[in-house]
């Protein structure tokens, strides 16, 4: 099966939804259909069980450059377009609910299959041009997203600050992408990996070959470590902005201010998962840099760790998923910046997989709930999952598999990420060490908060909310992922993603450590609010994000602002005053000109040629003798 | 070879044809006098001007690598009075057609010519000296041709009979009075210094080796770049343009804009061609060619930037072009004078369209204010649009990139050979002038004015048929000059083709 079906449908359904946006029911027909159909294609891709298929593209030769425009097909990537392929559709049919009475839900539907496509995209793609088109994409659709709901000044505000931070990260990713094909002399992931990852490959051979080493360093110039570490860095500076890690954190936790349908596909199986493919896809050439390494495993074991804490504390329990989806994408990336070559990219592949699935369970259930309690605040929503008893389910299984209680999707994702980085730490190549006890910590918090996610929805309350009107295809596309969530685990049987065997050992430590982070949430009793019992002082702190946001506007807004202040002025009164003072010149030269050539008289030009001679003469034999 | 010398008339074709309408048209009036005004005689000298632009075109076209020769000289071989490359015969085709198109528009032009056969005859008069001068490389032919060509067009000037007409003639012809006293003092010096009566290289390279003789023949090329310069209306010659664009009527003024350019840079390419095939490094002669090119391009624009009146402008963006033909000979070599032919001939192509346009929409009797043109492309787009084309290409700016293509083309030869001086003035004058080409350009494309200005009061007071008036033989030159523009922007290599 040709891969750009997969990219080709949802981007045709975002044209053809354009199209129909008016129309809510031809718009609602079109994302379904093509989310169904993509659904489809994305199991035949994963059944098909392609190994290592590259599909050309329509291949560009751009001087040195080769730009094959390639995708790639490979167990991992299917199984990884099949899941996105699933949230995607999980997202269009509960939107067709959720966004029923909205007059903009045409715009919403055809916003997010151009989201799925740039996703797939990313996830198929074989090629680096074809990665940056797909990631920059979803930045776009991301700004539109968590703009929806425009005439909210809150909206348009955490929109514009999701596109401000992301494109400030990109920078680093488009140079990346930019140096690292210049290097290989080719944008074919196969290539750049091929080229950065023996840097010093050629300057082995060309002496081996017998020429000098001085020019054997000027001959192979380009790939070398220091520039593939700078790389790197820039790489994961660009991942780091679009999966919200620190110091881009801040964005996500605004960006809920979005529909819930699409929070749930942003945090879930797109936008912030992206930067773990792009490096996933990368990874031989990643793993041999242990800069790029340390870079990684420092940023995202504090991130994981604060976002926990701050996901913990929330009042808000949506911006509470929002941090904890933070704290998860760190934990998938951690397991890139530790595991060793040989272990390979796969176990946080497999989180992103499995969080993936929980994730937008978690989003969908609590949209539902938030609908019926009327608020997404804890105390509003508190005994809201009586509204059904699939709720129930849905929030059981999904926070049990958000703690990482082993044998459900979670559980057995994140026991692999330790298990490889315990490997990291053995091998004391890089942040190992300081991303295993970061991870345990942050499973412990991770423990905690979801005790208390589902300790306040499940609360015993005395009124029970109702909520009329919930058509069947909810509570069956909750059931689908509640049923996925639970045997999700079971994926590892495939063989889609690489990763090693998870002794008993890891088993019991991860339980023991989630017992301890229940236990902590459980100190106030069954009926309290954890957070209330134990962070009471910190909430407000947590909702403000630790006052992020005001540090980005005093260190990065208010410099940026002065400093285009100052380059007006000159631009303005130094740079323009010469502009303005040639044309003021001009002017008076014309003018003199036309004063000089007022007297009409014949004797006047017979003058100035007689003159004009006299000059001509003068120079002619000035400048020769 | 028993005869004096060769002859051969389909090579002279392209003088004899105008030369022998001038015999035409006047036993014709001999015969018929004044017989409707003379009238006839205007199509009769177009159909012959046009006849001999196509035998001049063969030249430029032809297979033949070799130039054509006639006149030649038994005793120096080689030698030939009348020596016809591509060049040349690009440049002799521009001339008759430019006259052509002159002829057109004096033939729509109100009011009409008092006598149609003294215009022609005047007209293809100075024409044959136009095309003569173009191929002749001995100096007495050069010099009476290049006279042939001048002293008709005064003719034609004073011959309207208005004041300004009679003021713009008698400051013409005292400054071709003056321009041929220096000419024949220019040739009488190279004759000097050279020796011979021809523009050869190899007694140029000659008389190069000796300082006495050097310094004379700087002196003769001095004295003949500013006998030319008048008719090339170069800075400090050029005082007599404005003037007697204003005051001629607009086929003479096309004449004087595009035909009488181009024989003016034939007549200076001959001795221009002596010191390129020599390969001299001659600094005096590129300062004598590069100080009246500098002088020429920045006044020219920047007073053209403050005309008001469409023909001053065109007048002083004349005086401007007229710099730019003399940047790429600043270089002194054979890619130099093809640019220069090249942009001489773009030039031309460009003004007589606008020329023919002002025709149309009556620039004689109505609006003679730039405001007068205000959304003329909504009112009339058969003259605004070509109009607006002709500017572009006068300007550079695309569409018409055959305006950007001649001159980038004229400032490759001296950025090649180090002229900085020239290069700067010539950057300079293209900033200024895309100002001054796109003031009248924004205005034909503006709006309606908020109240009439006083030129449209006059053309609105002739009635509605005031755009119909100019009649079909301008509608011809607008619609073929534009197709020439147009053509030579979509394929430029088609113009630079027929250069050699």
């Known amino acids: 099966m040709n891969p750009w079906l997969l990219v080709g449908l949802p981007a045709l359904a975002a044209a053809l939804g354009v199209a129909v946006r008016r129309d809510d029911r031809l718009a609602r027909v079109v994302a379904v259909v093509a989310a169904g159909l993509t659904g489809l294609g994305a199991a035949v891709l994963w059944a098909l069980d392609d190994r290592g298929a590259i599909t050309g593209g329509p291949g560009l030769a751009a001087g040195g450059l080769s730009i094959p425009l390639d995708l790639a097909v490979d167990p991992t990537r299917s199984a990884m377009a099949a899941v996105v392929a699933l949230v995607v559709l999980a997202v269009q049919l509960y939107s067709t609910w959720y966004l029923a009475t909205d ?523 | 070879m028993s005869t004096l010398v060769t002859l051969d008339p389909l090579v002279l074709a392209p003088a004899l044809a105008p030369a022998l309408g001038v015999v035409l048209v006047l036993v014709g009036d001999a015969l018929g006098p004044r017989r409707a005004g003379g009238r006839w005689a205007l199509p009769v000298a177009a159909v012959v001007l046009v006849v001999g632009a196509v035998l001049a075109a063969r030249g430029s076209f032809g297979a033949e690598a070799e130039p054509l020769r006639s006149l030649c000289l038994p005793a120096p071989d080689g030698a030939c009075l009348w020596t016809a490359g591509p060049r040349t015969s690009s440049l002799q085709a521009g001339i008759l057609l430019a006259a052509a198109a002159a002829l057109a528009l004096l033939h729509d032009g109100r009011p009409r010519p008092r006598d149609g056969a003294v215009t022609a005859a005047l007209l293809l008069a100075a024409t044959t000296g136009g095309v003569a001068v173009a191929a002749a490389r001995d100096l007495g032919t050069w010099v009476v041709a290049l006279e042939l060509a001048t002293v008709p067009v005064v003719a034609l000037v004073a011959l309207r009979g208005t004041r300004g007409a009679a003021h713009a003639g008698l400051s013409l012809l005292v400054t071709s009075l003056v321009s041929f006293a220096l000419l024949v003092l220019g040739v009488a010096l190279w004759l000097t210094a050279t020796g011979d009566a021809t523009f050869s290289s190899a007694t140029v390279a000659t008389a190069w080796e000796d300082p006495q003789r050097r310094a004379v023949l700087v002196l003769a090329v001095t004295v003949l770049v500013s006998g030319v310069g008048f008719k090339l209306s170069l800075v400090p010659f050029h005082a007599w343009t404005p003037q007697a664009y204003t005051g001629a009527d607009l086929g003479t003024a096309l004449y004087l804009a595009a035909a009488s350019k181009l024989s003016a840079l034939a007549a200076l390419l001959a001795p221009v061609a002596a010191f390129a095939g020599a390969g001299l490094d001659a600094p005096a002669v590129v300062t004598v060619l590069a100080v009246p090119a500098v002088a020429s391009l920045l006044l020219g624009t920047v007073v053209a930037l403050r005309q008001d009146d469409p023909l001053r402008l065109l007048a002083w963006s004349t005086i401007a072009q007229a710099g730019w033909v003399l940047v790429p000979l600043t270089a002194l070599d054979g890619a130099g004078m093809r640019a220069s032919v090249a942009y001489v001939l773009v030039y031309a192509a460009a003004t007589a369209v606008a020329f023919a346009a002002l025709g149309r929409i009556g620039a004689g009797a109505g609006a003679r204010t730039l405001e007068g043109h205000r959304g003329l492309l909504r009112r009339d787009p058969l003259a605004a649009g070509p109009l607006a084309l002709a500017l572009l290409v006068l300007a550079g700016l695309p569409p018409g990139v055959v305006g950007l293509v001649v001159k980038i083309l004229a400032l490759g030869p001296p950025v090649a050979a180090g002229v900085w001086p020239v290069t700067a003035a010539g950057i300079l004058a293209v900033v200024v002038g895309i100002a001054v080409y796109l003031r009248w350009f924004a205005v034909l494309l503006g709006g309606p004015p908020d109240r009439p200005a006083p030129g449209e009061q006059a053309a609105s007071a002739d009635g509605p048929g005031t755009a119909r008036r100019s009649g079909r033989s301008t509608t011809a030159v607008l619609v073929l000059g534009t197709a020439v523009l147009a053509l030579t922007s979509a394929l430029p290599h088609l113009l630079l083709g027929g250069l050699g």
Not at chain 1, 157 to 166: C, N, P
Not at chain 1, 375 to 400: I, Y
């Open chain 1, 103 to 625: 007059d903009r839900y045409g715009q919403f539907a055809a916003t997010v299959s151009l989201f799925a496509a740039a996703m797939l995209l990313v996830v198929l793609s074989g090629d680096l041009v074809l990665t940056l088109v797909g990631w920059e994409v979803m930045g776009w659709c991301s700004y539109l997203l968590i703009g929806h709901w425009s005439r909210r000044a809150t909206a348009r505000r955490a929109a514009l600050k999701a596109f401000l931070v992301t494109r400030v990260a990109d920078i680093g990713f488009v140079l990346a992408v930019v140096g690292l094909a210049a290097g290989a002399r080719s944008t074919s992931i196969a290539d750049v990996v091929g080229a950065w990852r023996r840097p010093g490959a050629c300057i082995d051979a060309a002496v081996e070959g017998g020429s000098a080493l001085g020019t054997a360093l000027t001959a192979c110039a380009a790939p070398d470590a220091n520039l593939r570490a700078v790389l790197l860095v820039l790489l994961v500076i660009g991942v780091l902005g679009k999966s919200a890690q620190v110091p881009f954190q801040d964005w996500l936790a605004d960006a809920m201010e979005g529909p819930t349908p699409a929070s749930a596909l942003i945090h879930a199986a797109t936008m912030v998962a992206a930067g773990t493919v792009v490096i996933g896809s990368l990874f031989e050439v990643f793993a041999a840099s242990p800069t790029a390494r340390w870079f990684l495993g420092v940023s995202v074991s504090v991130t994981m760790l604060l976002a926990a804490v701050l996901a913990f504390a929330q009042s808000d329990l949506k911006r509470m998923l929002a941090w904890s989806t933070v704290s998860q994408v760190a934990v998938m990336l951690s397991a890139l910046a530790t595991a060793p070559l040989a272990a390979g990219p796969g176990a946080g592949l497999l989180h992103l997989w499995s969080h993936a699935l929980f994730k937008s369970l978690l989003f969908l259930a609590i949209g539902w709930a938030a609908l019926a309690a009327g608020g997404t605040a804890a105390a509003t929503l508190r005994g809201s999952a009586a509204a059904s008893p699939v709720l129930r389910a849905a929030f059981l299984a999904g926070f049990l598999s958000l703690a990482g209680v082993p044998l459900v999707v979670g559980g057995l994702s994140k026991e692999h990420v330790i298990a490889v980085a315990y490997d990291g730490a053995v091998a004391a190549d890089g942040p190992g060490v300081l991303v295993l006890v970061s991870l345990v910590l942050t499973s412990a918090v991770t423990a905690a908060y979801s005790t208390r996610g589902y300790l306040v929805l499940t609360a015993h309350v005395r009124q029970r909310p109702v909520l009329a009107g919930v058509p069947p295809v909810v509570p069956v596309v909750l059931a689908v992922l509640v049923a996925l969530t639970v045997v999700g685990g079971l994926v590892v049987l495939t063989g889609a993603f690489a990763v090693g065997e998870v002794s008993v050992f890891w088993l019991v430590l991860s339980l023991l450590v989630v017992g301890v982070g229940v236990g902590v949430a459980l100190r106030g009793g069954f009926d309290r609010d954890p957070a209330e019992v134990l962070a009471r002082r910190f909430t407000p702190a947590a909702d403000a994000g630790l006052g992020v946001d005001l540090l980005y506007r005093r260190a990065v807004a208010r410099p940026v602002l002065r400093l285009a202040r100052v380059v007006a002025f000159v631009d303005t009164e130094v740079v323009d005053a010469y502009v303005r003072g040639a044309g003021t010149a001009a002017r008076v030269a014309g003018w003199a000109g036309t004063r000089l050539h007022r007297g009409q008289r014949p004797s006047a030009g017979v003058g100035l040629v007689l003159g004009g001679v006299v000059v001509l003469a003068a120079v002619g034999v000035l400048a020769w003798s």
